[in-house]
């Protein structure tokens, strides 16, 4: 079975650049998450779609992120502008629905801001 | 806000010897899961427990759960030098739909 797909996997860019991340779940999965995870620091969740729908974006900064999910399969999150504090690793996961479902996470977009 | 406090923040023992790492979290909870997370296999699910349950086995790991201190622990038995990652403990905070991660534990096997 094909894991959470990320890309890209490294991402250098300046701040006020846009940048845009892509993730493609594991196939049959409805639940899919972006996360991110500052340098030693636990993942925070970003977004939550259950198959196209949002179901918790309280953690979104709506003024540059946004996130949508085609069709209920790929997914992009996307930044603009960027700041330094964007700085982080970007986690994508998929599970097969809502919690308790065990989370299975994709390598991750390691972003830096200049 | 993290939900979950993982403790100590860093560890770090011979190989063979025993791991334990802690988590302490602070509303109730529905379920409780322990992610481990390494350079070369990102982050991986290692255990659920769920809020009814007082302990869980699988493999070298087990975990405990104590609702009334909101707390739980994880111990890996006979660490090996793969054992060497960052440990995260992650609750659904309060029966919410979404996972709240720790800060972690970093874990080091030395050989």
């Known amino acids: 079975e094909a894991g959470v797909a990320q890309s890209p996997r490294y991402k250098i860019i300046e701040k006020r650049q846009s940048v845009a991340f892509w993730c493609n779940p594991i196939?049959?999965?409805?639940?899919l998450y972006w996360y991110q995870q500052i340098l030693g620091q636990g993942p925070k969740l970003l977004i939550q779609f259950q198959n196209n729908g949002v179901v918790d974006d309280s953690q979104l900064p709506k003024d540059r992120f946004s996130a949508e999910r085609l069709k209920g399969v790929d997914s992009t999150l996307k930044i603009q502008p960027a700041k330094l504090e964007d700085s982080a690793v970007y986690l994508c996961?998929?599970?097969?629905?809502?919690?308790?479902?065990?989370?299975?996470f994709g390598p991750g977009t390691r972003l830096t801001v200049t | 806000s993290q939900q979950g406090e993982e403790d100590p923040q860093a560890l770090s023992i011979q190989e063979g010897e025993n791991a334990t790492m802690n988590c302490s979290y602070k509303t109730s909870i529905n379920n409780l899961q322990w992610y481990r997370q390494n350079s070369g296999r990102g982050l991986v699910h290692l255990i659920l427990i769920r809020s009814n349950e007082r302990e869980k086995h699988s493999g070298r790991l087990r975990v405990t759960l104590d609702t009334s201190k909101k707390s739980s622990s994880l111990l890996i038995t006979a660490s090996r030098a793969a054992d060497t990652a960052s440990y995260f403990c992650a609750t659904d905070a309060g029966g919410a739909q979404k996972l709240v991660f720790g800060q972690g534990t970093r874990l080091t096997i030395n050989p």
């Open positions: 996961a998929s599970s097969l629905g809502g919690l308790p479902y065990e989370q299975y």
């Open positions: 196939s049959g999965h409805a639940t």
